[in-house]
């Protein structure tokens, strides 16, 4: 018997590669001669680099940059398949949690550190960046990136552009005089799971902002900041952003970075799933197991667990799929492949209870679900 095990991290718990671990051994206990398969997923956010990393068996490094208010951070990021793909995560340099409430302020906030973090990838010798960009801290529609990467950002006296969203309202130049020509050779994926423009009621700055400590105030003039970024971008680089879909992704990040390193912005689930060589061991599988730590409607449309299940309905192979507890929606997993849905709060611990062991939780309900259907 084959089983593939690949699930979401159990936020606040187990990362997508615990949790994995966990579910194998549970596995293991109830069909002890089964081949199991262990490729932890993610959607793109928090957890890429750990999750493609751990499918891969590839190699983490570490590098140190500037955190989104200037202080150095150590942001981690992973090489696979051979070194030739780099696995990025602009929180792990941007990062809303980097910084304490009292300080958060997008329009000082910088992904310049982020932009280091790119450099150190590239000098790696990949030939191809996979970047999950949920979490930031910033609002700066990546300008500190491309500062980072040689592009120099220049008001109407010629001086470069201190960091933050807020300083765009004085770009009149961008200059790609730095800039590594290298870059053109290295494909970059970014995983995006908003379809918001960059500017306007709906983009960067008024949906974001506020998450990031900006007031009505704020989210005025760093829209009319980015504003002005795309005019910029659209005069001196030839690409029009502002309302690209998904442009307005991590403050606008994800414009950036298709004006500056002609990425390409994708859905995250399938991208991650797919990155993880899914379908490859998928292969002559019998069953499929998934999960995270809440099964609701978010779960069937673009989280990692409802991609898998796609790509396992279209073998043929059954799922479970393992939660901490259902929510709302719940049921529209069946819809794309989920054969069935256990969940560890019915073993009647309460949520704190399943939080601090949610590793035996997760292999003593996978043991029992497994024995009680007798999958085989």
Same mark, same amino acid.
């Given at each position: 018997?084959?089983v593939?095990v %690949?699930p979401?991290?159990?936020k606040g &718990?187990?990362?997508a590669?615990?949790?994995?671990?966990?579910?194998a051994?549970g596995v293991?206990?109830?069909?002890?001669e089964?081949e199991?398969?262990?490729?932890?997923?993610a959607?793109?956010?928090?957890?890429?680099?750990?999750?493609?990393? &751990?499918a891969?068996?590839?190699?983490?490094r570490?590098?140190?940059?500037?955190?989104?208010?200037?202080?150095?951070?150590l942001?981690?990021?992973?090489?696979?398949?051979?070194g030739?793909t780099g696995?990025?995560e602009?929180?792990?340099a &941007?990062?809303?949690?980097?910084i304490?409430?009292e300080?958060?302020?997008?329009?000082?906030?910088?992904?310049?550190?982020f932009g280091?973090?790119?450099?150190? *990838?590239?000098?790696?010798g990949?030939?191809?960046?996979?970047?999950?960009?949920?979490? &930031?801290?910033?609002?700066?529609?990546?300008?500190?990136?491309?500062?980072?990467?040689?592009?120099r950002l220049?008001?109407?006296? !010629?001086?470069e552009?201190?960091?933050g969203g807020?300083? +765009?309202?004085?770009?009149?130049?961008?200059?790609?005089?730095?800039f590594?020509?290298?870059?053109?050779?290295?494909?970059?994926?970014?995983? /995006?799971?908003?379809?918001?423009?960059?500017i306007?009621p709906? !983009?960067?700055?008024?949906?974001?902002?506020?998450q990031?400590? @900006?007031?009505?105030?704020?989210?005025r003039?760093l829209?009319?900041a980015?504003g002005r970024?795309?005019?910029?971008i659209?005069?001196?680089l030839g690409?029009?952003?502002?309302?690209?879909p998904?442009a307005?992704?991590a403050?606008?990040a994800g414009?950036g970075l298709v004006a500056? +390193?002609?990425a390409? +912005? *994708?859905?995250? %689930?399938?991208l991650?799933v797919?990155?993880?060589?899914f379908?490859t061991k998928?292969?002559?599988?019998d069953?499929v197991?998934t999960?995270?730590?809440?099964?609701?409607?978010q779960t069937?449309?673009?989280?990692?667990?409802g991609?898998?299940?796609?790509?396992?309905?279209?073998?043929?192979?059954?799922?479970?799929?393992?939660?901490?507890?259902?929510?709302?929606g719940?049921?529209? +997993?069946s819809g794309?492949?989920?054969?069935?849905?256990?969940t560890?709060?019915?073993?009647?611990?309460n949520?704190?209870q399943?939080?601090?062991?949610?590793?035996?939780?997760?292999?003593?309900?996978? @043991?029992?679900? /497994?024995?009680?259907r007798g999958w085989?």
């Amino acid at each position: 018997m084959k089983v593939v095990v %690949a699930p979401n991290a159990f936020k606040g &718990s187990l990362s997508a590669s615990q949790a994995a671990a966990a579910i194998a051994r549970g596995v293991r206990a109830a069909f002890p001669e089964a081949e199991v398969i262990e490729v932890p997923v993610a959607d793109g956010g928090e957890g890429t680099v750990e999750a493609l990393v &751990s499918a891969h068996h590839g190699t983490y490094r570490t590098v140190q940059v500037d955190g989104p208010l200037g202080d150095p951070v150590l942001a981690t990021y992973g090489l696979i398949e051979e070194g030739r793909t780099g696995v990025v995560e602009l929180a792990s340099a &941007s990062g809303l949690t980097l910084i304490a409430p009292e300080r958060r302020d997008p329009r000082t906030a910088s992904t310049y550190g982020f932009g280091q973090l790119l450099r150190a *990838v590239r000098q790696a010798g990949v030939h191809q960046v996979i970047a999950g960009i949920g979490g &930031s801290a910033t609002n700066d529609g990546g300008a500190g990136m491309a500062q980072a990467l040689g592009y120099r950002l220049l008001d109407a006296a !010629g001086d470069e552009l201190s960091r933050g969203g807020a300083a +765009l309202a004085r770009l009149e130049r961008i200059d790609p005089v730095g800039f590594d020509p290298g870059w053109r050779s290295v494909k970059v994926m970014v995983a /995006c799971d908003v379809t918001n423009p960059l500017i306007g009621p709906q !983009g960067a700055s008024a949906v974001y902002g506020p998450q990031k400590g @900006a007031d009505d105030e704020m989210v005025r003039e760093l829209d009319a900041a980015l504003g002005r970024l795309a005019a910029v971008i659209e005069r001196d680089l030839g690409k029009r952003v502002a309302d690209v879909p998904g442009a307005g992704a991590a403050g606008g990040a994800g414009a950036g970075l298709v004006a500056f +390193l002609d990425a390409s +912005l *994708v859905p995250g %689930a399938p991208l991650v799933v797919e990155a993880s060589g899914f379908d490859t061991k998928l292969k002559g599988a019998d069953l499929v197991i998934t999960g995270e730590g809440r099964a609701d409607a978010q779960t069937a449309y673009g989280k990692a667990p409802g991609e898998v299940a796609k790509h396992a309905k279209a073998a043929r192979i059954p799922v479970l799929l393992i939660a901490g507890s259902k929510g709302p929606g719940w049921d529209a +997993l069946s819809g794309l492949g989920v054969t069935e849905v256990v969940t560890l709060d019915q073993e009647g611990d309460n949520l704190q209870q399943l939080m601090q062991d949610a590793g035996e939780m997760l292999t003593r309900t996978t @043991a029992r679900a /497994c024995q009680e259907r007798g999958w085989k």
